[in-house]
């Protein structure tokens, strides 16, 4: 039998042996372009799991489930993370009530659970997680309505899971191509094998549990003594190279003449960097122009040390969460849910100081930071919804990794109705915000804001993360890459063969209207270039050429 104890520990074991394959399951990813890695995602997702289930006690099997499904579902990150966050949704509904749990009724569960998923996910594809956990949950059922034990039954759902693994990268002929089984596959078998392994007392749980962040960070948190400390500032953070050759000589001599304690990793894809400083703000800045910053931990150690000779708690970036609480309780913190003022409003997801000012000035009530590399939680986008003062809430989540994020806040609001109109790119998110009408019914919205975001084609320029082999395209870490509405274009060592075959492309649509977004990698100069080159090939387009401030991408093009 499971009952709670048992519950908790194998969750808090299952997210150990995530956090100790991140980097495994993220080099399971094939497309070359930066984006939010599935092992980071379904770590993070998982993270909130444990943190909630070591706060509390349990006196039930469904308690614990609850307690774990309610924290993967707000936490839940990427795709991968929300597909998690849905298997154990559907097995705590199962669970409901219930003190202590058998075979039976837990291969019942994660039944349901891969039914909770199949059913949430639009269009359900085959050679993924789902698949994984579909099978799996198909031999457990079969095993313990045989009659097998608790432990016969755990191992028939592995057996089959394993198997089912192994031939994801026969179902996926990108998976096929690159020779790598499903990455979200391969997280949901580490989870379900260290569950095991806790219920049959050959894993235990770490008591002192290191957070995501700390799994790729670089040296050790010092509280020295005041008056040993030269710079206030501990800075550690991890930054994605842009080539896998970037020459970090130059940021190591910039970091060592402003701060001290300096300790410089790296490998072909990131590099890890400790330093003291007194100024953390610029140090961020700088190492942004050797790639993009992916994690970022900041103290004052002299409030630290102050607090530590105090004999007080010293407050580190763990108590965050707490912090921002205590934030929100104060009397001019914003309400945790407005109150309606108007029958519409409107979140967006975006990343860039200029693509925020460009969707507030459209309209927008909230942004929140998020894209490729930093997928946010659905607690992240529920937040917005319940911080916009309107009766009826349209979330455009602008990334096809963060729509399924967006469309679980739907439930969990309780006072707004919320609408996610599945804008996979930003500039659909601009053209679907151009059409919302808000003297309009909610119907009309809907479609034109729908037809709008479908006539959009977008271009993105980016580099590549990794060396790869992909759709007949011989890839190499750092070469300029060009997508076409989700497509590899081509991988280019110049610019000006890349923007020679985008424009190619372009032509195709005989676009009325072409808008180039600009990243904050790169100078006006250069944008205004390469749109002249654009609008010199296709003349009858309307041109237009923004600053958009946004990461990852240099370029973000709509051709309407």
């Known amino acids: 039998m499971i009952n709670a104890a048992a519950f908790k520990e194998g969750i808090l074991c299952a997210f150990a042996a995530l956090q100790a394959n991140i980097q495994a399951v993220n080099d399971l990813n094939v497309f070359p372009v930066p984006d939010g890695d599935t092992g980071t995602n379904m770590g993070l997702t998982m993270e909130r799991a444990a943190l909630e289930l070591r706060k509390n006690e349990f006196s039930s099997v469904s308690a614990a489930a609850d307690c774990v499904a309610s924290a993967l579902l707000r936490a839940a990150r990427g795709n991968s993370g929300v597909i998690l966050s849905l298997l154990f949704r559907g097995i705590s509904r199962k669970l409901k009530g219930l003190v ?16 909770a998923a199949y059913k949430a996910v ?67 078998m580490i989870i379900l094998k260290a569950i095991f392994a806790s219920l049959k007392g050959e894993a235990f749980a770490p008591q002192d549990q290191m957070r995501i962040e700390e799994v790729v960070e670089t040296g050790e948190n010092h509280y020295d003594a005041r008056e040993n400390i030269t710079f206030a500032f501990d800075t550690v953070y991890v930054v994605r190279k842009k080539s896998a050759d970037v020459d970090l000589a130059p940021l190591r001599a910039y970091l060592g003449g402003i701060g001290d304690s300096l300790v410089i990793s790296d490998d072909d894809e990131i590099f890890k960097v400790h330093v003291h400083t007194d100024n953390p703000g610029e140090v961020l800045i ?118 399924l994020a967006a469309e679980q806040s739907v439930e969990l609001v309780k006072d707004k109705r919320v609408i996610v109109i599945p804008t996979k790119t930003v500039p659909q998110g601009i053209s679907a915000l151009l059409n919302f009408n808000i003297d309009e019914n909610e119907e009309p919205i809907v479609e034109a804001m729908k037809e709008a975001a479908a006539h959009v084609h977008t271009a993105m320029v980016t580099y590549a993360a990794r060396d790869s082999d992909f759709d007949g395209h011989d890839i190499h870490a750092g070469e300029y890459l060009a997508l076409l509405d989700g497509a590899l274009l081509g991988s280019y060592k110049s610019e000006k063969a890349l923007f020679a075959d985008l424009i190619r492309a372009f032509g195709q649509f005989d676009p009325e209207f072409i808008t180039v977004y600009y990243g904050e990698d790169v100078q006006e100069d250069a944008a205004n270039e390469a749109a002249s080159a654009i609008a010199e090939a296709i003349p009858n387009a309307e041109m237009s050429v923004v600053d958009g401030g946004q990461p990852v991408y240099y370029y973000m093009i709509s051709v309407e």
Request: aromatic share 4%.
């Open 100 to 115: 202590e749990t058998d075979a039976r009724t837990f291969a019942a569960a994660m039944r349901e659970g891969v039914d």
């Open 122 to 188: 639009m269009k359900p594809a085959e050679g993924t997680i789902l698949t994984v956990a579909r099978l799996a949950s198909e031999a457990a059922v079969e095993a313990a309505g045989g009659g097998a034990s608790l432990e016969q039954t755990f191992e028939a759902a592995i057996r089959a899971g394993d198997e089912a693994l192994a031939d994801t990268i026969n179902l996926n002929p990108v998976l096929k191509k690159a020779g790598v089984v499903d990455a979200g596959g391969m997280g949901y």
């Open 286 to 403: 700088e190492s942004q122009k050797y790639g993009t910053l992916e994690i970022a931990k900041i103290e004052n150690m002299v409030i630290q040390a102050d607090q530590n000779a105090a004999g007080q708690k010293v407050i580190s970036t763990d108590d965050l969460d707490a912090i921002e609480q205590e934030l929100e309780r104060m009397e001019d913190a914003e309400p945790a849910c407005a109150a309606p003022e108007k029958q519409f409003g409107a979140v967006v997801v975006a990343a860039g100081e200029g693509m925020r000012k460009l969707f507030c000035e459209l309209g927008a009530d909230r942004v929140v930071t998020g894209g490729q590399t930093m997928n946010p939680s659905t607690d992240d986008i529920l937040r917005e919804i319940n911080r916009t003062p309107a009766e009826t809430v349209f979330v455009l989540p602008n990334n096809k990794n963060i729509i």
